[in-house]
């Protein structure tokens, strides 16, 4: 639990909403293996929680959500600046596709 006020399907749907439904300033998507949510959980990222196999990480001020989409996995991830969107991306070896 990330707070105990606050249910894990609540959290995780926050941060959703930052990293793909325009609720961070910067916000895009990537292809990412299921290797990412080990990698997150190495390099300090904390779990938020799991809601239909969609995992949420959260560092201050990123979001990042990823799970299987129509096209394959994917890490959508949302930030406060153009900056932290950028450390993301180095971070997971990622190419942003929009």
Request: proline share 3%; hydrophobic share 45%; charged share 20%.
């Amino acid at each position: 639990r990330i707070n105990d006020n606050c249910s894990v399907f609540l959290a995780v749907m926050l941060h959703w909403h930052g990293a793909f439904g325009a609720g961070l300033p910067e916000a895009s998507t990537a292809f990412a293996p299921l290797s990412v949510r080990r990698k997150a959980l190495r390099a300090g990222w904390r779990f938020v929680g799991e809601v239909n196999r969609m995992q949420a990480f959260t560092k201050p001020g990123k979001a990042l959500c990823h799970l299987k989409w129509d096209d394959g996995w994917r890490v959508f991830a949302g930030a406060s600046t153009k900056k932290k969107m950028q450390e993301v991306a180095d971070e997971f070896s990622l190419t942003w596709l929009t």
